[in-house]
């Protein structure tokens, strides 16, 4: 019994741990969908504090938040500027300058950590500075600048009183289980759910007095099982979860009780549970008797129902029976004998009759049938047409400038598929991407409509190919419940002095086309976007000149296969390379042309897309 009752512990635990870093997760996620905002605002320091008041007026997680910069970020703001906003007892929204209230947070403990660890985490717990009796704990976020360089964090508080309200909860079960039993409560019976953090300090506690003050790996020390004890307070520091060989059941303040804990995913928190032994032993017998009692009643319930059943279809089956030998024969007009009854045979008798009709149906819904088919491919047809909208297909590409050629190609392998390619020039740069959605499809081209949107978007106010490459991911990851990827390459080039700035996340790597050479762009190995949140993508660097031409193509060029299953491989795709014109659309021709010699007769297995640009002499530019 007291093994059945330690599984309802552990399931209500489980549950419990959910349930908080289900509130976490909603803090954190506000936190992370406003740093974009606050990063593009970042020449409004006005614009500040209108954020934070937003954030606690939409997130009722959310107690208070703040941004504190670093000194002197706004020189006309002063050496500190924290705007801030928090949520008073009435539940209004006011705002204020920290430092107004909390003095120079510049030199706080808190600040300097953050800024060195440069990374989103957990706060340990602190108390309210409002009332100075609120445990709160913050979500810390850094804030990075278009270099890349910290200049502010964001912290949003997170009130600790949610976890006393779940463990509360928590112990009710077993309070109901015992007052089912006609047992007073008392603590001899009584459970405790508490929150500790790595070092056994109260985060939250029935006697709110012990909160962030008392340490329950000092009581734990005070039981009789020395040795239990121990190992309870060293597996709980690790990080460990109880088991039912690592369920200690000890005298804690006299009482004999089973220790239950787990770490809760994300933090370094404990969740512990003291539950008596006889409060396990009332709970097991609780639960078995309930599951006895269910078991014999299905075992009667389907004795008779089973009995009943029986007796009652067994003389109109064979009258069914002998029909269907009739209507298996062709006779399909011969009489269904008539079944009173509305059940099981009713429906067969039902569904002999639907049998009999059907046939005449057939060639009607054939027709109907091939007439949706049609629609489906016709609309097929005009989701092609708009993707293809959507992509590159004018050339030459900038008719009034002669310093740089492009040309582009997209066949899908389907009616629409997710591949893409893009390019603009900003500032006297050439902005341009290619990728590779994973899957092929309608899927795979609602994923490249969104890529090539945000690479638009994104691209439009950040210079760098790594940052891009680094905001476009997370964007993508951010939700992504069908977990879908897409292989990408970013490139900036500078028109005015052939600088390439370039970051690929597990695309294919480019050729680059010198005056007497092929090779292999040289790229680090980046996962795909979409895939790991937080991923920092890494940036590379060349410098083209005059003539050079960069070929780029997704998987499709190279996997491309024949019928015996051979694939072209970059091997030829470098030596098609080499005897092709420079120019981007011969090269694409050229390339084009080998690769479907090569396949044949072969249905072709993926998207195929092409992409060269020619960097030229910069003395013929025409801006």
């Not at 006779?331 to 429906?347: A, G, N, R, S, V």
Request: aromatic share 10%; with cysteine.
């Amino acid at each position: 019994m007291v093994e059945l009752g330690g599984q309802t512990v552990h399931g209500s635990m489980l549950s419990s741990e959910r349930r908080i870093k289900d509130v976490m997760s909603d803090v954190s996620v506000a936190v992370e969908n406003n740093v974009f905002d606050i990063e593009r605002n970042l020449n409004q320091p006005e614009q500040m504090q209108a954020i934070m008041e937003r954030m606690v007026r939409q997130n009722s997680r959310i107690r208070s938040c703040g941004i504190s910069f670093i000194d002197n970020y706004y020189p006309q703001k002063g050496h500190g500027f924290c705007p801030y906003a928090w949520r008073t007892d009435s539940m209004q929204v006011e705002t204020m300058q920290l430092a107004e209230m909390s003095g120079d947070y510049l030199k706080s403990e808190w600040f300097q950590k953050a800024v060195e660890k440069d990374s989103a985490y957990w706060s340990d717990p602190f108390f309210d500075g409002h009332d100075a009796k609120t445990p709160l704990v913050a979500y810390l976020q850094p804030i990075h600048d278009a270099k890349g360089k910290l200049v502010a964090v964001l912290g949003a508080d997170l009130s600790l009183d949610f976890m006393t309200n779940i463990m509360q909860e928590q112990d009710s079960i077993f309070y109901d289980v015992i007052w089912a039993w006609g047992v007073n409560e008392g603590d001899a019976y009584a459970s405790q759910s508490i929150i500790l953090s790595h070092d056994g300090t109260f985060l939250t506690h029935p006697d709110s007095w012990r909160i962030l003050k008392g340490n329950f790996f000092v009581h734990l020390k005070d039981c009789d099982e020395k040795g239990y004890a121990e190992k309870a307070i060293k597996n709980m520091s690790e990080g460990k979860s109880s088991s039912y060989e690592t369920d200690y059941e000890m005298r804690i303040n006299t009482i004999h009780s089973f220790l239950f804990y787990a770490p809760i995913e994300g933090t370094d928190w404990i969740l512990a549970v003291s539950v008596p032994r006889i409060t396990l032993d009332l709970l097991g017998i609780f639960l078995g008797i309930i599951m006895l009692f269910f078991v014999a009643l299905v075992l009667q319930v389907t004795f008779f129902v089973s009995r009943f059943v029986i007796k009652r279809t067994a003389k109109p089956l064979r009258q069914l029976a002998d029909t269907a030998d009739k209507v298996a024969q062709g006779q399909f007009d011969t009489p269904l004998p008539i079944i009173k009854h509305h059940d099981e045979i009713h429906q067969l008798h039902d569904s002999f009759e639907n049998m009999q009709h059907s046939l005449a149906a057939y060639v009607e819904d054939l027709k109907t049938t091939t007439a949706a088919k049609a629609s489906m491919e016709n609309e097929l047809e005009i989701a092609h047409g708009i993707q293809m909208s959507m992509l590159p297909k004018t050339y030459p590409a900038f008719p009034d400038r002669h310093d740089i050629d492009i040309y582009g190609q997209v066949t899908p392998a389907k009616a629409v598929g997710g591949d893409l390619y893009d390019f603009f020039i900003r500032d006297e740069k050439l902005f341009f991407c290619i990728g590779d959605v994973s899957g092929k499809g309608v899927p795979a081209s609602l994923v490249m409509a969104v890529t090539r949107s945000l690479f638009r978007n994104i691209a439009t106010h950040v210079a760098l190919p790594d940052r891009i490459v680094t905001a476009l991911s997370e964007a993508l990851s951010d939700n992504n419940e069908t977990n879908m990827f897409v292989t990408l390459f970013v490139g900036v080039l500078d028109l005015k002095t052939g600088h390439l700035s370039y970051s690929n996340a597990g695309h294919d790597m480019p050729l680059l086309l010198t005056d007497d050479e092929v090779r292999i762009l040289p790229c680090d190995s980046n996962v795909p976007a979409g895939v790991i949140p937080g991923w920092q993508f890494t940036g590379q660097q060349v410098d083209m000149k005059a003539g050079y031409t960069l070929f780029l193509y997704t998987d499709g060029l190279n996997e491309a296969e024949d019928i015996n299953h051979n694939q072209f491989e970059l091997e030829r795709v470098v030596e098609t390379a080499k005897t092709a014109d420079r120019h981007p659309e011969q090269l694409v021709m050229t390339m084009k042309k080998a690769v479907e010699q090569f396949v044949g007769d072969a249905d072709q297995s993926d998207d195929l897309t092409m992409f060269a640009i020619q960097y030229k002499n910069i003395s013929t530019s025409n801006n």
